[in-house]
């Protein structure tokens, strides 16, 4: 082992050469760690001329290196370049271990942006990788964040707090799946989502469009977000604190403390927000004197959002039987305020939600035969409790002003219900590197769900009497893939082939929104088995560029919350049928000049039987099938630094998503027509600059601007020959009533952080929506308007 130097931005170096003889196929390769025995992924390992990159789990390779003395070079970013003289005669075959330690404890935006790009680069499964933590100190939310990257839009359904919708490449709603660390989300609710957790609880968000890696072991059909958590390395602390337009606060602590030997690992983290999401928006109200109906610009009144999220844990790591034990506990507790039903028909003053659980899980991971075996094990169980609050005798308009009235609940279905839902998670993955060239995966994710509660104000059944919300009703799906890695042309080429097989069986009551003549008529079973294959390969043509393909034949389940509802404003329907698509991907990228990173990505998608969430009698909505969809589309993303201290970005997605087959006399109009209420147009760009020594000496001072618009898209199902005529839609307007137009949409939002070199503060400043335009989310819920946002970060140490 190499001595090591106790200096700041000096790495520690260890190799541990093993040599073996009697290989068919002499070979160089080994592992990177850093100092808690985590793999350092992307690393650059330089063999002679030779070149690679260390994988998810550390490991690199060189096939049929000549004999002979080389240099050996590993470098990574955050970490100091190390060399050392390696000799291979013929027939050895040399494992080595490098041990790496971080030149700091952070790393600034451009080296994070660079790992991740690094990171991305190695994969022959489409992923976009989004840094949280490269801007964590800026006065933003993960959601805005995200909509800033290719072929994601993100809505909501009512400010800061709400539900968000995301829409990659135009596949929505739960045909786009969430992971945490690569565990499926669901368990958790809505408590840690997109719309709810900070950036400083995350690291880096992957963003996957189509196929998936078979270790996110999910039916997801049209891509998959994978928060990726901040990884918690020795003893440190970090606080923030965000004030923001319409009474919106965020603020939250996360540390940990390792033992000296590093052992042994606690922490926890904490977050608070809330924001009244009083801002005002354009709603219709009669007329005081002629009761016609008029638009007038009021405040929302109630439309709060307030989320408690809080997690503690303890882990043993560097053990012999085990590499990470990690015991957690989460739990959360979010209160929603409901100022409108699905879409802004109606005001409420009352209308309420909450959910909240208490969630203990069991993370253990080992890695086997010299590494070549990986195994990753996670469980948990929890009681994820929803309620909704319907009970006022009387209704609210738009001026916030009350009427009472006799009966009960401002919606059309009053409740006081509370809901148990009772989830078992598992999820196993294992990893077996056959040899330098071959790698097999296995992954297999179990959930069942056993759901029931109770309301005073529901339906029940019509020969008993008894509450639906009584009966139980379950859920259970299976997950099970396996892939084949392959390594081709000293690792140029990269195929990775994979097939699931998928399992669920669901029971429960289908006519309970309706509220009469629920019997046991309305019992419903669905269940079924499906498998899916999928081929994804990467070829390296040079260390700067490089193309990807990718196909896949797959289907997707049905969830709990399509089939159950939410009790909410989602209604139940058991008639859903799982959805079904063939995919194909083809992309391209390349870095010129060490400066400019260009990226190109097409796709097609063909899929029966695609659900939404469409209205149906107000106050609810539903999930359905829709007709077939089939189409293309491309995105295009294009990064360049220049003067050393600035950096340009501009992406822009177009999708061509119609519907097809259509049989019925009455609705073949709808052939070739666009997805409603989908976003077909997008594109960014944003300009950061960076600036040092500013107005004292190792201050920094980042500024930033971003710009995103949104071509106008239809709420509901339009011909074709309505739609704008210009190229590829881009120009003119569609020939409809402007109520089902969500229009044209510009948002610009500029900030800044600045470091005044006192050690870990941080201040940060943000604008959104400067040029106070009209914004608009889900279903043509309106958005905020001009808003500002200060927020104070610190770290110790």
Same mark, same amino acid.
């Given at each position: 082992?190499?001595?090591?130097?106790?200096?700041?931005?000096?790495?520690?170096?260890?190799?541990?050469?093993?040599?073996?003889?009697?290989?068919?196929?002499?070979?160089?390769?080994? %592992?990177?760690?850093?100092?808690?025995?985590?793999?350092?992924?992307?690393?650059?390992?330089?063999?002679?001329?030779?070149?690679?990159?260390?994988?998810?789990?550390?490991?690199?390779?060189?096939?049929?290196?000549?004999?002979?003395?080389?240099?050996?070079?590993?470098?990574?970013?955050?970490?100091?370049?190390?060399?050392?003289?390696?000799?291979?005669?013929?027939?050895?075959?040399?494992?080595?271990?490098?041990?790496?330690?971080?030149?700091?404890?952070?790393?600034?935006?451009?080296?994070?942006?660079?790992?991740? %790009?690094?990171?991305?680069?190695?994969?022959?499964?489409?992923?976009?990788?989004?840094?949280?933590?490269?801007?964590?100190?800026?006065?933003?939310?993960?959601?805005?964040?995200?909509?800033?990257?290719?072929?994601?839009?993100?809505?909501?359904?009512?400010?800061?707090?709400?539900?968000?919708?995301?829409?990659?490449?135009?596949?929505?709603?739960?045909?786009?799946?969430?992971?945490?660390?690569?565990?499926?989300?669901?368990?958790?609710?809505?408590?840690?989502?997109?719309?709810?957790?900070?950036?400083?609880?995350?690291?880096?968000?992957?963003?996957?469009?189509?196929?998936?890696?078979?270790?996110?072991?999910?039916?997801?059909?049209?891509?998959?977000?994978?928060?990726?958590?901040?990884?918690?390395?020795?003893?440190?602390?970090?606080?923030?604190?965000?004030?923001?337009?319409?009474?919106?606060?965020?603020?939250?602590?996360?540390?940990?403390?390792?033992?000296?030997?590093?052992?042994?690992?606690?922490?926890?983290?904490?977050?608070?927000?809330?924001?009244?999401?009083?801002?005002?928006?354009?709603?219709?109200?009669?007329?005081?004197?002629?009761?016609?109906?008029?638009?007038?610009?009021?405040?929302?009144?109630?439309?709060?959002?307030?989320?408690?999220?809080?997690?503690?844990?303890?882990?043993?790591?560097?053990?012999?039987?085990?590499?990470?034990?990690?015991?957690?506990?989460?739990?959360?507790?979010?209160?929603?305020?409901?100022?409108?039903?699905?879409?802004?028909?109606?005001?409420?003053?009352?209308?309420?939600?909450?959910?909240?659980?208490?969630?203990?899980?069991?993370?253990?991971?080992?890695?086997?035969?010299?590494?070549?075996? %990986?195994?990753?094990?996670?469980?948990?169980?929890?009681?994820?409790?929803?309620?909704?609050?319907?009970?006022?005798?009387?209704?609210?308009?738009?001026?916030?002003?009350?009427?009472?009235?006799?009966?009960?609940?401002?919606?059309?279905?009053?409740?006081?219900?509370?809901?148990?839902?009772?989830?078992?998670?598992?999820?196993?993955?294992?990893?077996?590197?056959?040899?330098?060239?071959?790698?097999?995966?296995?992954?297999?994710?179990?959930?069942?769900?056993?759901?029931?509660?109770?309301?005073?104000?529901?339906?029940?059944?019509?020969?008993?009497?008894?509450?639906?919300?009584?009966?139980?009703?379950?859920?259970?799906?299976?997950?099970?893939?396996?892939?084949?890695?392959?390594?081709?042309?000293? *690792?140029?080429?990269?195929?990775?082939?994979?097939?699931?097989?998928?399992?669920?069986?669901?029971?429960?009551?289908?006519?309970?929104?309706?509220?009469?003549?629920?019997?046991?008529?309305?019992?419903?079973?669905?269940?079924?088995?499906?498998?899916?294959?999928?081929?994804?390969?990467?070829?390296?043509?040079?260390?700067?560029?490089?193309?990807?393909?990718?196909? *896949?034949?797959?289907?997707?389940?049905?969830?709990?919350?399509?089939?159950?509802?939410?009790?909410?404003?989602?209604?139940?329907?058991?008639?859903?049928?799982?959805?079904?698509?063939?995919?194909?991907?083809?992309?391209?990228?390349?870095?010129?000049?060490?400066?400019?990173?260009?990226?190109?990505?097409?796709?097609?998608?063909?899929?029966?039987?695609?659900?939404?969430?469409?209205?149906?009698?107000?106050?609810?909505?539903?999930?359905?099938?829709?007709?077939?969809?089939?189409?293309?589309?491309?995105?295009?993303?294009?990064?360049?630094?220049?003067?050393?201290?600035?950096?340009?970005?501009?992406?822009?997605?177009?999708?061509?998503?119609?519907?097809?087959?259509?049989?019925?006399?009455?609705?073949?109009?709808?052939?070739?027509?666009?997805?409603?209420?989908?976003?077909?147009?997008?594109?960014?760009?944003?300009?950061?600059?960076?600036?040092?020594?500013?107005?004292?000496?190792?201050?920094?001072?980042?500024?930033?601007?971003?710009?995103?618009?949104?071509?106008?898209?239809?709420?509901?199902?339009?011909?074709?020959?309505?739609?704008?005529?210009?190229?590829?839609?881009?120009?003119?307007?569609?020939?409809?009533?402007?109520?089902?137009?969500?229009?044209?949409? %510009?948002?610009?939002?500029?900030?800044?952080?600045?470091?005044?070199?006192?050690?870990?503060?941080?201040?940060?400043?943000?604008?959104?929506?400067?040029?106070?335009?009209?914004?608009?989310?889900?279903?043509?819920?309106?958005?905020?308007?001009?808003?500002?946002?200060?927020?104070?970060?610190?770290?110790?140490?």
């Amino acid at each position: 082992m190499i001595r090591s130097t106790l200096l700041t931005g000096i790495s520690i170096f260890a190799l541990h050469t093993t040599v073996l003889f009697a290989q068919e196929h002499s070979t160089v390769s080994g %592992h990177i760690y850093d100092a808690n025995k985590q793999p350092v992924v992307s690393a650059t390992i330089r063999l002679g001329e030779l070149e690679t990159q260390s994988d998810q789990q550390g490991y690199f390779s060189f096939a049929k290196s000549p004999s002979g003395k080389y240099q050996l070079k590993v470098s990574a970013l955050g970490y100091v370049t190390q060399e050392k003289q390696l000799e291979r005669k013929n027939g050895q075959q040399i494992t080595i271990e490098v041990l790496l330690i971080q030149t700091s404890t952070t790393l600034d935006e451009a080296q994070v942006e660079g790992r991740a %790009h690094q990171l991305q680069r190695l994969q022959p499964i489409k992923t976009t990788l989004i840094d949280a933590r490269a801007v964590s100190t800026q006065a933003t939310s993960l959601t805005e964040l995200m909509n800033r990257a290719p072929g994601i839009r993100i809505r909501q359904s009512g400010g800061t707090g709400s539900n968000p919708d995301v829409s990659v490449n135009g596949f929505q709603g739960k045909a786009i799946k969430y992971f945490k660390d690569g565990i499926p989300l669901d368990y958790l609710g809505d408590g840690y989502s997109i719309a709810t957790m900070p950036l400083e609880a995350i690291d880096h968000i992957e963003v996957y469009r189509g196929i998936l890696p078979i270790y996110l072991g999910s039916d997801a059909l049209g891509g998959a977000i994978n928060l990726v958590p901040r990884k918690t390395n020795g003893t440190q602390t970090n606080a923030y604190y965000e004030i923001g337009s319409f009474n919106s606060h965020r603020l939250g602590v996360k540390s940990s403390t390792a033992s000296k030997d590093n052992r042994w690992l606690f922490g926890g983290e904490m977050y608070y927000n809330y924001a009244k999401n009083n801002y005002k928006a354009t709603v219709e109200v009669p007329d005081p004197m002629t009761k016609n109906p008029e638009l007038v610009r009021l405040p929302f009144f109630h439309n709060g959002s307030k989320h408690l999220y809080g997690e503690i844990f303890a882990q043993l790591q560097n053990r012999i039987w085990a590499d990470e034990l990690r015991i957690s506990l989460i739990g959360f507790d979010l209160a929603r305020e409901q100022q409108h039903p699905a879409m802004m028909t109606d005001a409420y003053g009352a209308v309420r939600s909450k959910q909240y659980t208490l969630a203990p899980s069991l993370r253990y991971k080992k890695a086997l035969l010299n590494d070549k075996l %990986h195994f990753d094990q996670f469980v948990s169980y929890n009681n994820l409790q929803t309620e909704r609050i319907d009970t006022l005798r009387g209704s609210y308009d738009w001026y916030g002003d009350f009427t009472p009235k006799t009966t009960i609940g401002e919606t059309r279905l009053p409740s006081q219900s509370h809901i148990n839902e009772h989830q078992v998670v598992s999820r196993s993955n294992l990893s077996y590197r056959i040899n330098a060239q071959t790698q097999l995966g296995l992954n297999y994710v179990f959930t069942q769900v056993n759901r029931h509660g109770a309301d005073p104000y529901g339906p029940t059944l019509e020969e008993t009497g008894l509450d639906v919300l009584q009966l139980k009703s379950t859920y259970k799906k299976q997950v099970l893939g396996l892939s084949l890695d392959n390594y081709w042309f000293d *690792e140029k080429l990269q195929n990775q082939l994979m097939a699931k097989y998928y399992s669920y069986n669901a029971s429960g009551i289908q006519n309970t929104w309706l509220s009469a003549n629920v019997g046991e008529k309305d019992k419903r079973t669905v269940s079924g088995n499906y498998w899916s294959l999928a081929d994804a390969i990467r070829y390296r043509l040079s260390t700067t560029s490089l193309f990807r393909l990718g196909g *896949e034949y797959t289907y997707r389940l049905p969830e709990r919350e399509e089939l159950f509802g939410n009790n909410i404003f989602i209604v139940p329907n058991f008639e859903l049928k799982p959805e079904q698509s063939l995919n194909f991907n083809l992309g391209y990228q390349q870095t010129l000049f060490s400066s400019l990173d260009i990226e190109a990505n097409v796709f097609y998608r063909r899929t029966k039987n695609q659900i939404l969430l469409v209205t149906i009698d107000a106050p609810n909505a539903q999930y359905k099938n829709q007709e077939n969809v089939r189409g293309y589309g491309f995105d295009i993303d294009l990064n360049y630094r220049f003067w050393k201290n600035y950096r340009f970005n501009t992406n822009a997605t177009w999708t061509n998503l119609r519907l097809y087959g259509i049989t019925s006399e009455k609705d073949q109009w709808m052939n070739d027509s666009r997805l409603r209420n989908t976003p077909y147009f997008f594109a960014n760009v944003g300009l950061q600059g960076s600036y040092e020594n500013l107005f004292r000496g190792s201050d920094k001072l980042d500024l930033f601007f971003n710009y995103n618009f949104m071509r106008e898209f239809y709420l509901e199902t339009i011909p074709k020959s309505w739609e704008p005529n210009g190229f590829l839609g881009l120009s003119g307007n569609a020939n409809i009533n402007s109520n089902l137009i969500i229009p044209n949409q %510009h948002l610009l939002n500029g900030g800044f952080t600045y470091n005044p070199s006192y050690r870990g503060f941080t201040i940060g400043a943000e604008v959104r929506n400067v040029l106070n335009k009209n914004l608009y989310d889900y279903y043509r819920i309106q958005r905020a308007g001009r808003s500002f946002y200060l927020k104070l970060s610190y770290q110790i140490p």
